[in-house]
Structure formats: structure tokens, C-alpha cells
């Protein structure tokens, strides 16, 4: 298993580029099922969820090959869905990645049937999939768990008015995909918002769906017959982007972020120069400028355009270092403190009530070995660990490589030290 070790204290300074975002890509590489002709991906990062998701739609029978490699190190690939042979998502691969579930709409819709296992428990919360399921069935799918599996089946999807309980975003991603092929008219209301669905809905329309409204809490979609094939290049990772935002904000420095869109990252921004930090829209992205320690942020976690439970670790591991007390409540997941535990033993002076979190700023961080719970925590130890003063270490790194490429060159480009230890099994 992977390790870091960080050095802490030094400033950051230079330029650094996002990669594509790895929660538009899985949506993207899965609606390469809606059409048997290719779809080529552009901006695909090198992430372990995004290897997890080639494996499942290699294993169904998409073609995928690598058309080039950027010089960015990130990936073109075409997917072509023509000989499907097994129309399944396997227990062994949804259970180490959720995001497989993806893949029912579009199976669904294109092949009417599915067989997709329950994802089962996950770290951060209980994460149900139940409004997927209430949204297909709404448009005429068979639906029954049975042995631990969804299982569908529909002659032709069709059309319907879907209110979902709540904002979901793979939800909204699932039940899009689904109606695209559907007969008629499908209204989703209380949709999720977030700029991956509108990267999601921009790649269907080029494939030819008829969709209105993503980027809204109405999306309408009027189904095709069919969909072709097309090219699309992946949006930058916004939580990524924000990720380095709160990397600087706490170890201070110059930085431009490159690729970064400040459009979509309105909320993180806006807690970050309450913070103090400097934040400048550039022809490049966003720099970012911190001189002094931060001073303390109040949030609560929402959906788009609201601010990214996605960046609740990192903003945490800001508050640890500022100069008074922020209070932050989660609102999205049940058990998305985990880290809490972990910056407390390099110094934090955080409690924890329910879902809200008092962190005291204050006192200095000291480095300790620590261990990555989650892939948003790790980016929060991380970017407490640049920080602290001495050695932190940090284990299970492989959490923050199924969502984020190359994260310690990418530091050490901007002057931090990080080293990765690798340990034979
Ligand atoms: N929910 C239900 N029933 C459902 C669907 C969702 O009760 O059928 C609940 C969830 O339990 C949660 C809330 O609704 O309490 C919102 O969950 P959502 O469905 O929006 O989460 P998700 O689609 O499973 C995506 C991201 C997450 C991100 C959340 C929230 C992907 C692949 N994953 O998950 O990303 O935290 O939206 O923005 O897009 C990450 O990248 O670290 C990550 C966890």
C-alpha cells in the first residue's frame, strides 16, 4: 500500500494544471453504452475509479483503446459499444466503486435489460440508490432486487415526470441517460445542478439527444430512436482545482491553478477570500495569493451551486490552521467527518456535534503519522500535512488516487515535499 511522506512549511509557488474531472468522466465513459458507434473521450485522467470503470465496460464488451496520449499525461480514448456480451455490473466491481452504477440507465435504455449489484455500505454515508430505481420504474422498467442485484428489464423506456426526493447527481446522470432513448417526453424536476451533469449533457447532445434545462432543477429530454457516436473533451475537475485553491490557502504562496473555471466554483471562492486569500480570475485559470494565515469561514455543504461537500475536508484542514473558529456543517453525507479524527493527531482542536464540526484554529499543526479514510479526507490531510511543522505520513494513499492524477507531482512542482513510498504486498 501507497504512502506519503510530507514535509511541511514550505510555501507553494508556480503553476499547477487541473486534470479532467473525474466525476464528469465516469458519467461520459458509461454513455459510450447509449450508441454502437465510437465515442471518443478526450481529458480523460489517469484515476483508479476511471481504470475501475474502463475494467467494468471492457468486461461487458466495449472496445476501448487509447487513441493518444496527451501531453498532459491524460488520456484520448474511443469506447465503442458495438458486441455487448454481458449486460451485467458484477458485485466485485460496484462494491469498490458506487459510480458503477452508472451504468443501469444506459443498459436499460439501449439493451432493455440490466443486471447491476446493489452498491452496499460505503464509508461516508448510506448512500442509497432508491431514487434511481423509483426514476426508472416511473418510465415503465420491470425493476427487482434479487440476490443482492438490481435487476431491469423494459421493452422501451418511456417518457415520464420524475420529482426526485431529493438532489442526487448520479441520480439525475442515470435517469438523463435512461430517457434519452425513451419513447416521449421525460420531465426530471429537482434535478442536481452540478456543472458534471451539464459536461454529462453536453456529450449526449453531441451523440444527438434532445435534452433542455441541464445546469437547472428541470431537465427535459425528448427521447431518440437512436444515438451515434461522437467527440467530447472531459471538464476540469473543479474539486481538484479547489483542492490547490485550499492547498495555498494554507501553506501560503503564488499559485496559478490552470484550467481552473472560476464559474463553477463560485461557493469555494467566495469562503476563501472570507478567508483572506486573494483570488484573481487570469487567462489561465485562477491564481491564488496568500500571505498571512487564514482567518476562520462558517459553511454548510450543499448542492450545486451551493458549496461541494466534495470540499468539506479541504476547507476543514484550512479552518485547523486559521486564526479563530469556524463552524462547519455537513449536509449531503452522515459520515463525512472522518478526517476529523485524523487532524486531530496532527494538532487540530476540532469537536464534533451531529453533522456540525467546531474547529478552533490557533493552535500550530504538528506532523504524525495519519491514515487517508476516504478519497476527500486524504486531500484534507494532505493540505493539513504541507502545513504542519516536520514529517506527516500518510497511509492507504490509494483513496487519493482514485480521484486525483499524480497528486504529489503535481505538489512538488510547486515546491512542496512529498514523497510516495511504495510497499510491496
Ligand atoms: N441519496 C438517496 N437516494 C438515492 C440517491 C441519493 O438517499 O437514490 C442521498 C445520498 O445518500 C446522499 C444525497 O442523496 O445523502 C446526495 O447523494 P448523491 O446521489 O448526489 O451522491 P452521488 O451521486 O452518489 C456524487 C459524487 C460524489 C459527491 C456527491 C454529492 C460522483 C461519481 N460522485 O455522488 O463524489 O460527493 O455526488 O455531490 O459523481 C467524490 O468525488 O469524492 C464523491 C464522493
Redesign the pocket.
Known sequence: MDRFQILGGSPLQGEVSVSGA??AA??ILCASLLTAEPLVLSNVPRLRDVSTMKKLLAQMGTRIETVAQQPDGQEQLSLHSDAMTHLQAPYELVKTM??SVLVLGPMLARFGEALVSLPGGCA?????????IKGLAAMGAEIRIEHGYIKAQARRLRGARIVT???????TENLMMAAVLAEGTTVIDNA?R?P?VVDLARCLVRMGARIEGAGTDRIVIHGVDRLGGAQHAIMADR?EAGTFLCAVAAAGGDVVVCQAQPDMMGATIEKLREAGVLIQEVAQGIRVVASDRPKPMNFRTA?FPGL???MQAQLMAVAAVATGTSIITET???NRFMHVQELRRLGADIEVDGHTAVVKGGAGLSGARVMAT???ASAGLVIAALVASGETEIDRIYHLDR?YDRMEQKLCAIGARVSRTTEKA
Open positions: 473525474k466525476n465516469l458519467p458506487r459510480a461516508i454515508g448510506q448512500r442509497p440508490v432508491d431514487q434511481h426526493d431529493m438532489v442526487t447527481v448520479t441520480g442536481a452540478e458534471e474539486i448542492p461541494a461537500t466534495d449531503i453525507f452522515e476516504d478519497l476527500r480521484g
